[in-house]
């Protein structure tokens, strides 16, 4: 049985990770700079590695007997003075290079769909630069592009809270988000595989017009969705790109560019965005 080392386990998709692994009985250690928030969720000490994936020093000698790590270092919105290249980028090469320094045989990254079309948007430079390098290192490699997340779909029910979804263009642009949780077993699925790049979306295929439907649905809104013109999303992004820093549009620019394209992967996974939709709202109503 494989040793794994979780990198990223705080974030999103790590805590699907974890929980994951932890309902399989797999071995398994998480590393995080906060060990309180990895014991919150049922972890020992022995299986918390506490360390900053930014400073290189705190790796060293920390993946001792791993043979497969997965990373989900990365980071949306910046924080804490870092920028994307130093967290997607930096931290990532930290770990690779303490990877190849303990044995691990295999290392696995989680990046984005479409990826390497997007280099040009701040956020892609600095991930597709470590997929270089990591198809450079010389270890076995697993390079997943997940098809966005349904927390990423949250904007929507935001928006449809208010009573109105606005969209750029037709709103026929496709995609099909996945749940962390399946996203999480197709990605322990694959560590035994030998394919190099898992593209992995969730299994309903939904136009945007018909994630807006269904977020209005969920607040039992009437469906009023309102097209905004091409020119103006083009506008927007050049605008911020003139007036504020990487930190404040890098998020802006990835969202409305990924929303101005198909990103159609193979389906996987059981939870649907309707009733995902649903569960979030009934949590806001209870709070």
């Given at each position: ?164 979804v606005y969209l750029f263009g037709s709103g026929e642009f496709k995609l099909n988000p996945i749940h962390g949780t399946d996203l999480a077993k197709a990605i322990i699925e694959s560590i035994d595989s030998n394919q190099k790049e898992l593209i992995v979306g969730g299994p309903d295929i939904l136009t945007q017009n018909e994630i ?76």
């Amino acid at each position: 049985m494989k040793n794994i080392v979780v990198a990223g386990a705080t974030g999103y998709l790590g805590i699907h990770l974890v929980n994951e692994l932890q309902n399989l009985r797999t071995p398994f250690r998480a590393i995080a700079r906060n060990g309180k928030k990895l014991e919150s969720q049922g972890l020992n000490s022995d299986q918390i590695i506490n360390a900053e994936v930014t400073d290189f020093k705190t790796l060293q000698g920390q993946m001792e007997g791993a043979d497969v790590l997965i990373s989900t270092v990365g980071i949306t919105r910046q924080k804490d003075g870092l920028s994307y290249m130093d967290v997607d980028y930096q931290a990532n090469v930290n770990l690779l290079k303490e990877a190849k320094k303990a044995g691990v045989k295999k290392f696995i990254y989680v990046s984005v769909i479409n990826g390497e079309s997007m280099k040009h948007l701040k956020i892609m430079e600095a991930k597709e630069k470590f997929v270089d390098e990591l198809k450079r290192s010389g270890l076995e490699y697993l390079i997943v592009r997940p098809n966005g997340f349904f927390s990423d779909m949250k904007d929507f029910l935001d928006m449809a809270k208010k009573g109105k979804v606005y969209l750029f263009g037709s709103g026929e642009f496709k995609l099909n988000p996945i749940h962390g949780t399946d996203l999480a077993k197709a990605i322990i699925e694959s560590i035994d595989s030998n394919q190099k790049e898992l593209i992995v979306g969730g299994p309903d295929i939904l136009t945007q017009n018909e994630i807006a439907e269904l977020a209005l649905q969920a607040w039992k809104r009437p469906v009023k969705i309102i097209h905004l013109p091409d020119w103006l999303k083009s506008l927007l992004i050049s605008t911020m790109r003139l007036f504020t820093s990487p930190k404040t549009y890098g998020p802006f620019e990835f969202f409305l560019t990924m929303m101005s394209q198909d990103n159609i992967a193979p389906r996987h996974g059981v939870h649907r965005i309707q009733s995902f939709f649903k569960w979030e709202v009934d949590q806001i109503m209870k709070s």
